[in-house]
């Protein structure tokens, strides 16, 4: 599943004139008025409307960046983000725990979780690695450890490269 800031090109960290330059620059794209197939005009009305969702969403989440969050205790904004990885919203889920007020080992693990959802393997395994030296003990922790580390060595591999370069292509041209 792509995120908003895939659909439109964006990286996730982008501020809002690099995500409102992004969506005009596909809306003109892929305006139905370009094509005079029929079939075509459908297609990019499709894809127009990929984009505008995408577009509301990106900005709503960078907006939300850029005023003063009010911060949230540790444990609602731990509730919060389980419920949105639930949900596979992976940025949201990440916007609350940037709300939280304190960080502990289960803050980090969530992170983490989120983090691999959005398919940042490297910064997962990062967020892991914290999660244990806050609790060593903790099996989980260190289990999501060992597996962000698998999934870094597979997403570098070149098989996997090449596949996700030839899927990135095919994205791009729907």
């Given at each position: 599943?792509?995120?908003?800031?895939?659909?439109?090109?964006?990286?996730?960290?982008?501020?809002?004139?690099?995500?409102?330059?992004?969506?005009?620059?596909?809306?003109?794209?892929?305006?139905?008025?370009?094509?005079?197939?029929?079939?075509?005009?459908?297609?990019?009305?499709?894809?127009?409307?990929?984009?505008?969702?995408?577009?509301?969403?990106?900005?709503?989440?960078?907006?939300?960046?850029?005023?003063?969050?009010?911060?949230?205790?540790?444990?609602?904004?731990?509730?919060?983000?389980?419920?949105?990885?639930?949900?596979?919203?992976?940025?949201?889920?990440?916007?609350?725990?940037?709300?939280?007020?304190?960080?502990?080992?289960?803050?980090?693990?969530?992170?983490?979780?989120?983090?691999?959802?959005?398919?940042?393997?490297?910064?997962?395994?990062?967020?892991?690695?914290?999660?244990?030296?806050?609790?060593?003990?903790?099996?989980?922790?260190?289990?999501?450890?060992?597996e962000a580390e698998m999934?870094?060595?597979?997403?570098?591999?070149?098989?996997?490269?090449?596949?996700?370069?030839?899927?990135?292509?095919?994205?791009?041209?729907?």
């Amino acid at each position: 599943m792509q995120s908003v800031f895939d659909i439109l090109g964006v990286a996730p960290d982008a501020d809002e004139h690099a995500i409102r330059s992004a969506y005009h620059k596909l809306a003109k794209a892929c305006h139905p008025d370009k094509f005079l197939d029929p079939e075509e005009q459908v297609k990019g009305q499709e894809r127009l409307i990929s984009i505008n969702v995408a577009y509301e969403q990106a900005m709503r989440i960078a907006s939300n960046r850029n005023t003063p969050a009010a911060k949230l205790p540790l444990p609602q904004a731990k509730v919060w983000a389980q419920k949105l990885i639930g949900r596979k919203q992976f940025e949201l889920a990440l916007l609350q725990l940037s709300k939280a007020e304190e960080k502990d080992a289960e803050w980090y693990a969530l992170q983490a979780q989120t983090l691999t959802g959005l398919k940042q393997y490297l910064s997962a395994h990062q967020a892991w690695r914290a999660a244990v030296r806050m609790d060593p003990d903790n099996l989980a922790y260190r289990r999501g450890a060992l597996e962000a580390e698998m999934m870094l060595k597979r997403a570098d591999s070149l098989p996997h490269r090449a596949i996700s370069q030839i899927k990135s292509l095919f994205q791009k041209r729907n």
